[in-house]
């Protein structure tokens, strides 16, 4: 498919200016569909990563004390490039993730979405004055941004995850070193560079791309970045904690996913279904939001069951370019995950009712698959699966169901069908989850709230709530 490639930036961007790594060394991007090496990226050395950190602070000052009305402007303008070069945007994404096309350009209006609410958003910034304590004093409430922002972001949405960030810490004052995943930095990078050509001062925005512990360990240790927003793993996560608690900073961790999609007997069977192919199979089932572990109701699994069968053994397997459903896996390390998590479950009695193996196009394809007979004692009841595999569990009590659904360490999204209103209540509270999605299966927007508890982090990305993650509140008490 063709699109303009002179957009494509494979260059680091530190106060303004496009570099390589001053040692020359680099990093190979591949196509996950072909296996080829289709670019590469700097590999910055550590006095690069301090150079890109010094220069978001030098433009701290002049940035956060510009107006509301000039941010929503750049913002805006930001906004119509991302539009108008939206099909270039989605075929890098294809190129170098391997999701289909129309997936990837879905992708692109969904980062947009971020980018203009949290332009229309920043008019909305307000302070509060309090009823004072004390005689003749006044009481105000203002909020400032934060400052400086670490941001690192995966590899499995690379422009959906940079706007949900970039544009919330744009608006409300805050200057950026970003780290995108090396296994897809080019639409990260092209994006920015769009925000740089809308008129986003020198200094404000600065990508950075390199060994991921380095340059984690780097934003985490600097005194000048006073937050982290990570999207990923949460074993990275949990290091990235640790290694800020030297400097107390402001956290924002989406970590790993672990979802339950529960259908009740009562619920509708065709509509479940089709939200059980939404909420497992987008991006071949590589989300954090993805339905890990499907919970049926014994009264309907049958039926469900042979539903899901026929929707399954329909998709079409190929290149994102290609009329498509599901593209290939980011890489062999993920590949070899489905082929251990499937050994597991059949070992300790799963069967395999579709799929189950390599795909036949050989690379990192790998056949949709629908286990059943699955139980809390196979990996894949508690790892989190990152792939086209459907683990069936069987019910009968609602009780049994949620403590089923909520016995993991994550808590990030939970899906359940049914259409008893007392049971949708009771459900929905007791489930420990962030986000919980009923009788819906895609259900994150850039007006709501994304973020999860336990071990899948803290802080909210999107809606009013995501732009309060890069502000501050400060009390100030006038006395006469």
């Given amino acids: 498919m063709e699109f303009d490639r002179t957009l494509i930036k494979n260059q680091c961007l530190i106060n303004g200016k496009w570099v390589d790594s001053t040692d020359n060394k680099v990093i190979d991007v591949t196509n996950p569909a072909t296996g080829e090496k289709i670019n590469q990226i700097p590999h910055l050395t550590e006095n690069q990563i301090e150079e890109a950190i010094q220069s978001a602070n030098n433009a701290l000052p002049a940035w956060k004390n510009t107006t509301a009305a000039e941010r929503t402007k750049l913002l805006k303008n930001w906004l119509q490039l991302v539009e108008k070069?939206?099909?270039?945007?989605?075929?890098?994404?294809?190129?170098?993730?391997?999701?289909?096309?129309?997936?990837?350009?879905?992708?692109?209006?969904?980062?947009?979405?971020?980018?203009?609410?949290?332009?229309e958003e920043i008019k909305r910034i307000s302070g509060d004055i309090l009823p004072s304590p004390f005689p003749k004093s006044r009481v105000f409430i203002n909020k400032q941004p934060v400052g400086v922002v670490g941001i690192i972001t995966p590899w499995n949405f690379p422009i959906a995850m940079m706007a949900r960030k970039v544009a919330p810490a744009l608006a409300a004052g805050c200057t950026c070193v970003i780290k995108p995943d090396e296994k897809t930095p080019l639409s990260a990078f092209t994006i920015i560079a769009l925000a740089q050509q809308a008129g986003i001062p020198t200094g404000v925005l600065n990508v950075v791309s390199g060994n991921p512990a380095e340059i984690g360990n780097a934003l985490c240790k600097s005194n000048l970045v006073r937050k982290i927003s990570f999207t990923g793993s949460t074993k990275i996560g949990k290091l990235l904690m640790q290694q800020s608690a030297d400097t107390v900073k402001k956290l924002s961790l989406e970590l790993g996913g672990n979802a339950p999609f529960i259908v009740f007997e009562d619920a509708d069977i065709?509509?479940?279904?089709?939200?059980?192919?939404?909420?497992?199979?987008?991006?071949?089932?590589?989300?954090?939001?993805?339905?890990?572990?499907?919970?049926?109701?014994?009264?309907i699994l049958a039926e469900f069951s042979d539903k899901l069968q026929a929707k399954v053994k329909a998709f079409k397997i190929g290149n994102g370019f290609e009329q498509s459903d599901i593209?290939?896996?980011?890489?062999?390390?993920?590949?070899?995950?489905?082929?251990?998590?499937?050994?597991?479950?059949?070992?300790?009695?799963a069967e395999i009712t579709t799929g189950g193996k390599p795909h036949q196009l050989g690379g990192t394809y790998f056949e949709p698959t629908i286990l059943s007979g699955v139980n809390n004692k196979m990996e894949i009841f508690s790892e989190e699966i990152f792939g086209p595999i459907a683990s069936i569990i069987s019910f009968t009590d609602t009780e049994e169901?949620?403590?089923?659904?909520?016995?993991?360490?994550?808590?990030?999204?939970?899906?359940?069908?049914?259409?008893?209103?007392?049971?949708?209540?009771?459900?929905?509270?007791?489930?420990?989850?962030?986000?919980?999605?009923?009788?819906?299966?895609?259900?994150?927007?850039?007006?709501?709230?994304?973020?999860?508890?336990?071990?899948?982090?803290?802080?909210?990305?999107?809606?009013?709530?995501?732009?309060?993650?890069?502000?501050?509140?400060?009390?100030?008490?006038?006395?006469?």
């Fill in 270 to 299: 065709e509509q479940a279904v089709e939200g059980l192919i939404q909420a497992k199979f987008r991006n071949g089932g590589q989300t954090c939001v993805c339905a890990n572990r499907i919970f049926v109701h014994k009264d």
């Fill in 327 to 349: 593209g290939p896996l980011i890489n062999q390390q993920a590949f070899d995950k489905m082929l251990y998590l499937i050994a597991d479950a059949c070992d300790k009695g």
């Fill in 401 to 480: 169901v949620i403590a089923m659904s909520n016995d993991t360490k994550q808590g990030l999204a939970a899906y359940f069908y049914s259409k008893d209103m007392n049971r949708i209540w009771q459900v929905a509270e007791a489930l420990e989850y962030g986000i919980v999605g009923i009788n819906r299966g895609a259900i994150s927007s850039a007006w709501m709230p994304f973020g999860g508890i336990k071990e899948s982090g803290q802080g909210r990305e999107g809606s009013k709530y995501g732009i309060e993650e890069y502000l501050e509140t400060k009390y100030i008490c006038l006395g006469e």
């Fill in 85 to 119: 070069h939206a099909h270039d945007l989605a075929c890098m994404i294809v190129e170098e993730q391997g999701k289909p096309y129309a997936e990837a350009l879905g992708e692109v209006h969904y980062a947009a979405s971020y980018i203009e609410f949290y332009q």
